[in-house]
């Protein structure tokens, strides 16, 4: 079933391409050693490389080089051992050289794929056309003075992977789904940070709208769209615009456009006519990138598992590919579920990790970085479930305890005398009492009436503020009912 | 003898056997260049007391026995070199009053050898130009006149101009120099010095203002081939902040002017016989031909047979490399900055760099970015690329067959102030013989060998392998010996 938008003179079908700007996670940028942390000082993380001082000389962060190698190789694409480095020039006030640095003919990495999850559980391969190693500029602040721009070069110089996907994705949800996927990837790489709203990943949407069966028509670029849920909004709001255009007998320009995230629409930036020509040409400050096959199989040996290989893993400890899969979005989520589930039921891990801890997540707002319960205190929880110290439904207790005073499952078992009662004896005794209080009761259901065997479990279970192992019970009760 | 007559190893050999101080050396320098600069202009900015300091401090070392290779030695800094706390103008307008927090690694690296900087020299603005005429701080002028006709005042060549005229006429032992299409070694040649342009790669660009940076190698230029060879010791080396810095060793290359050129096969290409290059240039590229075989070389006809591209792929791939290097004189962060209307960032650009940069500047600017534009980049500057790999390929050929090749340095003596100013590609064909060197990243020594009918310095090239500036320096002296130069300026300190 594809996805198709209802125009006034039938079904168009979108046709999405997305460049990707990832911020390379690296202590210092792409070409110079100054610092990259996000929300320092304006201007307090800025060499005289980054503000384009006379005489100053790029030098290439080798980390940076490593980390679009890594991406590459998560990405399944092809390593390009040999690789340019061009300039992109154009003026503007927060691009100190009056260039960017950009590997614009010759990338780093070339093709690759990623494979995307969608919500009725199919999957589709995307294709990535390449990533390539570029700076990123600084910022212009024109909202601090009445009548002057401010500049922070901070972000001057920082390393940015654009990723450039293959024009594969035909409705938002695919297009949302592949940067979720990719996301997702290059966290777990560790490449870049994934925080959009911090600007580390920024997108920049191309939408076309055709006919089935049509080749592509216009395009248009969407720039700079910092989340997800935009990216998929641009999409529709683009691509219903366009549909428009082209039943209005006009003719959709080719041009960049800006998505209005309050009214939600995209509105033109500036169209082909007024397109920089950016004279791009081999940076002659810095010679070709020249890297070693060895060197990118060291990298490829010291790669993390990634989201596709580790959902596989958890498909084959039990899990639902749909588990795996949730389990598997964010990768500390994955970590915490490991250290629940290692050497436990990784079913019963699951299950308790995406239904009571999430529910504990949303209703405390917090985060699985920062959990109410701690991975550890869940995994003993379990243990004391397993060894039948807990009921399920003494453990669900003891599980709120820890999410109110974040103590042991332990503790909190010997503070509240929570422990469970397995004394065969005992718990006789007590059924014997509920029957005893009860002889009308035992005298129905001795004539039939066989559903009253829920309730003098119940009385018991009662009677023993819920203390009482429940298959004990069920046994007593059953024995003296005889 | 006259402090300033010194050459710059008899200046450390004066120094060493305490005939001389540095403070009684710089001094002497600084007379000079209170005499002779408002004349020469070949100073833009005059660091008298930095230098006597620096001086007081090297004869200080010098006592304890703890003195650098140039300890005491004054020299000048080519006013491209950015240089820690004294502004750096590269002749340009644009520049204001920057006054650089950092140090040029190869100024650093003199320092660091103990040389005493008597200040900056003038240059063709960002070193565009080749009479020394274009630089915002007035023209620099040859201290050299024609015996015939005194009065016309002679430019001393360029970029370099502010640096040959300053050793010419005696007012430093030494200077920095920087050549992209033969800003060493052409001034060199119209000054009567020394000048050499070492190995792309040999000495290190950080902190020189750029012009083309495949093409700009910095270098010395002093009154003999062995003074050159004992700066450039200093001022090359591998430098980690430029990454087309090459990490090779630096050789001695003083003991190299030494070797002489017994069983070495010098390449005379013929291609550089160039119709209208006056007789008596091409009478001393033949006698100094002479003068080598006389020393036991042998000379071979060779033939670089994409030459006659060499100029025009030049004033391709300088002026495209310029346009993007010069896009940061913007006015936004350092230098000039001329007021926008109505706070526009376009008007700002266009007003700052309209008053910054002069014509010459301008012209190459716009050569540069119309060679990048789109539907012109690869009929220009890709041509260029592979016509420079071929030049290239040219040089690797003829180093099968020789060990060195000697070429004319310039097609012309120094010529007048007023002459050759009204059509640019004339002032370009200056760069005709020096070009091929930097476009294929090749050392060139330009070695003074004789004086023309009017009483001109005419020198000579030596181009050698890569990273074989040891024999250009044995060819050159070579050369030195045989022409045995002694004439000088009129205009020099001491007299």
């Known amino acids: ?482 | 003898m006259h402090p300033t007559d010194f050459s710059l190893r008899g200046a450390i050999e004066a120094l060493n056997e305490g005939l001389v101080s540095s403070v009684e050396l710089t001094q002497a320098h600084l007379d000079g260049i209170a005499a002779l600069n408002p004349r020469l202009n070949a100073y833009v900015t005059v660091t008298a007391e930095q230098a006597l300091e620096q001086a007081r401090a090297s004869d200080a070392r010098r006592k304890e026995g703890v003195a650098g290779p140039l300890d005491g030695v004054p020299l000048a800094i080519k006013d491209l070199f950015c240089t820690a706390g004294t502004r750096t103008t590269a002749g340009s307008r644009i520049l204001g009053n920057f006054v650089p927090p950092y140090e040029s690694t190869v100024s650093a690296n003199l320092l660091r050898d103990g040389a005493v900087f008597l200040g900056k020299v003038n240059l063709d603005e960002f070193a565009m130009g080749s009479s020394n005429t274009t630089s915002a701080f007035g023209p620099v002028e040859n201290p050299w006149s024609r015996k015939n006709d005194p009065d016309t005042r002679l430019v001393p060549g360029g970029s370099s101009g502010g640096s040959a005229a300053a050793v010419a006429a005696r007012l430093a032992l030494g200077a920095t120099a920087t050549d992209t299409g033969g800003s060493i070694r052409q001034p060199a040649a119209f000054c009567g010095i020394a000048g050499i342009k070492p190995t792309y790669g040999r000495c290190s660009r950080w902190g020189i203002v750029a012009f083309a940076s495949s093409l700009d190698q910095a270098g010395p230029v002093a009154r003999t081939v062995e003074d050159c060879a004992i700066l450039l010791k200093s001022m090359a080396g591998f430098d980690p902040k430029d990454s087309t810095s090459a990490d090779v060793a630096v050789p001695d290359f003083a003991a190299a002017c030494a070797r002489g050129v017994k069983g070495l096969r010098i390449g005379m290409p013929k291609e550089y016989r160039l119709e209208g290059t006056p007789p008596e240039i091409e009478a001393l590229w033949e006698q100094g031909l002479q003068w080598l075989r006389d020393q036991g070389a042998e000379t071979v006809e060779i033939s670089l047979p994409h030459t006659k591209y060499a100029l025009p792929t030049y004033y391709i791939v300088a002026p495209a490399e310029a346009s993007s290097n010069l896009a940061r004189y913007d006015g936004v962060r350092f230098g000039l900055r001329e007021a926008a209307r109505d706070s526009d960032l376009r008007d700002l650009y266009e007003r700052t760099r309209a008053a910054g940069f002069g014509p010459e500047v301008k012209r190459r600017i716009m050569i540069g970015t119309y060679v990048l534009s789109a539907g012109y980049y690869d009929a220009y500057y890709l041509k260029a690329q592979k016509i420079r790999a071929l030049i290239k390929r040219d040089f690797d050929q003829a180093f099968e067959k020789v060990d060195a090749i000697v070429t004319p340095a310039t097609p012309s003596a120094a010529f007048g102030m007023d002459e050759r100013q009204d059509d640019p590609v004339t002032m370009y064909l200056n760069d005709v013989f020096t070009v091929t060197a930097n476009l294929a990243g090749l050392p060139g020594l330009s070695v003074p060998a004789g004086l023309d009918a009017q009483g001109l310095p005419l020198g000579l090239q030596v181009i050698g392998r890569a990273f074989d500036e040891e024999t250009v320096f044995a060819v050159g002296a070579a050369i030195e010996t045989a022409a045995d130069f002694r004439a000088v300026p009129g205009l020099r300190a001491g007299v």
């Open chain 1, 1 to 482: 079933m594809s996805f198709t938008l209802e125009g006034r003179t039938g079904p168009w079908e979108i046709v999405v391409g997305l460049e990707v700007h990832a911020q390379v996670t690296s202590r210092a940028k792409l070409f110079s050693g100054a610092a990259t942390a996000f929300g320092a000082e304006p201007n307090s993380q800025v060499s005289f490389v980054d503000a384009g001082f006379p005489g100053m000389l790029p030098v290439i962060n080798r980390e940076c080089v490593a980390q679009a190698v890594r991406t590459g190789l998560g990405l399944k694409a092809q390593i390009n051992l040999w690789s340019r480095f061009d300039r992109k020039n154009y003026f503007y006030a927060d691009l100190p050289q009056g260039y960017q640095i950009s590997q614009y003919a010759h990338p780093i990495v070339g093709e690759g794929a990623i494979e995307i999850e969608l919500a009725d559980g199919s999957t589709k391969t995307v294709g990535i056309t390449r990533l390539h190693l570029e700076q990123d500029a600084g910022k212009s602040l024109h909202d601090q003075h009445p009548s002057k721009s401010y500049i922070d070069l901070n972000r001057s110089g920082v390393a940015l992977m654009e990723i450039v996907s293959e024009p594969d994705m035909r409705s938002p949800e695919e297009a949302g789904a592949y940067l979720t996927k990719l996301r997702q990837i290059l966290r777990y790489l560790g490449t870049c940070d994934g925080n959009m709203d911090e600007g580390s990943m920024r997108a920049d949407v191309n939408v076309s709208v055709r006919r089935a069966g049509e080749g592509y028509r216009t395009r248009c670029e969407v720039k700079n769209v910092n989340s997800i849920r935009f990216v998929m909004q641009a999409v529709e709001a683009e691509a219903r615009r366009q549909i428009e255009v082209w039943e209005e007998g006009g003719t959709v320009e080719q041009e960049t456009r800006l998505f209005d995230t309050a009214r939600g629409i995209t509105r033109s930036m500036r169209s082909k006519e007024d397109a920089h020509d950016y004279r791009y040409f081999p940076d002659p400050d810095l010679p070709p990138l020249v890297i070693e096959q060895g060197w990118v199989e060291g990298l490829k040996a010291s790669l993390p598992e990634l989201p596709d290989e580790r959902r596989a893993r958890y498909v084959a400890m039990g899990l639902s590919p749909y588990d795996a899969h949730v389990l598997t979005l964010e990768k500390e989520t994955a970590a915490y579920f490991e250290t629940v589930a290692r050497g436990r039921d990784a079913k019963v891990a699951a299950n308790w990790v995406m239904g009571d801890l999430f529910a504990a997540i949303n209703r405390t707002r917090t985060s699985i970085a920062e959990p109410p319960v701690k991975a550890e205190y869940l995994g003993v929880l379990l243990d004391l479930m397993q060894d039948g110290t807990l009921s399920g439904k003494l453990a669900k207790e003891v599980f709120e305890a820890m999410v109110e005073t974040g103590r042991s499952p332990g503790a909190i078992v010997e503070e509240r005398g929570l422990r469970q009662v397995t004394d065969a004896g005992a718990i006789e005794r007590i059924v014997a009492q509920v029957l005893e209080a009860n002889l009308d009761k035992v005298a129905e259901y001795k004539s039939g009436k066989e559903k009253l065997f829920g309730f003098f479990v119940g009385q018991t279970m009662k009677a023993m503020q819920g203390k009482g192992n429940p298959a004990l019970v069920n046994e007593a009760v059953k024995k003296l009912l005889g």
